[in-house]
T-cell receptor, first 112, second 113 residues
Framework: GENVEQHPSTLSVQEGDSAVIKCTYS??????FPWYKQELGKRPQLIID?????GEKKDQRIAVTLNKTAKHFSLHITETQPEDSAVYFC???????????FGTGTRLLVSP | KAGVTQTPRYLIKTRGQQVTLSCSPI?????VSWYQQTPGQGLQFLFE???????NKGNFPGRFSGRQFSNSRSEMNVSTLELGDSALYLC????????????FGPGTRLTVL
């Protein structure tokens, strides 16, 4: 079955710096890759997603890139702010099965 | 639109008991998925329902079951609770035109003593 690896497990940056979180997946049939942000005690919130027919997607300070050949995708956050501090999860789905397989999460800490 | 809602938000049970959790999807969403979140195992898929039919199931024992009603609301049941079932149980719903996109509810925090 699908396996998703996520790195790093923790990431500390200064406010205004960029942050990059990387994920790799094992199932070449996976074709949907969302990213979720989960603040302490809150629900996972979908922040951006990408489908396998697209190589890059951007939404303001957040961007996601996908390399299907290498089977990895990354989340890029620019101009980080303290409110970006949270745990970020990547996930992969083969839309034939409607099942998200999650990475282990990255705890991002943005210091003022 | 109101988001995904889950009840109850917190639950304390003892080993051997059973529990039923409820999930109301976003209006118009017909697909509901359930996940278990624990510090050790992370987020793991339990099952997915669409139009009252279970379409996919994760690798959990048969003590974990679910169902979906005609109004798309879903319930999951855990029988013969074990200490290891303590977790945050999240449900997510998907819109009809983008069934891969999943929006999560706040979760039910289950503690088994």
């Amino acid at each position: 079955g699908e396996n998703v690896e996520q790195h790093p497990s923790t990431l500390s940056v200064q406010e205004g710096d960029s942050a990059v979180i990387k994920c790799t997946y094992s199932d070449s049939a996976s074709n949907y890759f969302p990213w979720y942000k989960q603040e302490l005690g809150k629900r996972p919130q979908l922040i951006i997603d990408i489908r396998s027919n697209v190589g890059e997607k951007k939404d303001q300070r957040i961007a996601v890139t996908l390399n299907k050949t290498a089977k990895h995708f990354s989340l890029h956050i620019t101009e980080t702010q303290p409110e970006d501090s949270a745990v970020y999860f990547c996930a992969a789905m083969n839309t034939g099965f409607q099942k998200l397989v999650f990475g282990t999460g990255t705890r991002l800490l943005v210091s003022p | 639109k109101a988001g995904v809602t889950q009840t109850p938000r917190y639950l304390i049970k003892t080993r051997g008991q059973q529990v039923t959790l409820s999930c109301s999807p976003i209006s118009g969403h017909r697909s509901v998925s359930w996940y278990q979140q624990t510090p050790g195992q992370g987020l793991q898929f339990l099952f997915e329902y669409f139009s009252e039919t279970q379409r996919n199931k994760g690798n959990f024992p048969g003590r974990f079951s679910g169902r979906q009603f005609s109004n798309s609301r879903s319930e999951m049941n855990v029988s013969t609770l074990e200490l290891g079932d303590s977790a945050l149980y999240l449900c997510a719903s998907s819109p009809p035109l983008s069934t891969d996109t999943q929006y999560f509810g706040p979760g039910t925090r289950l503690t088994v003593l």
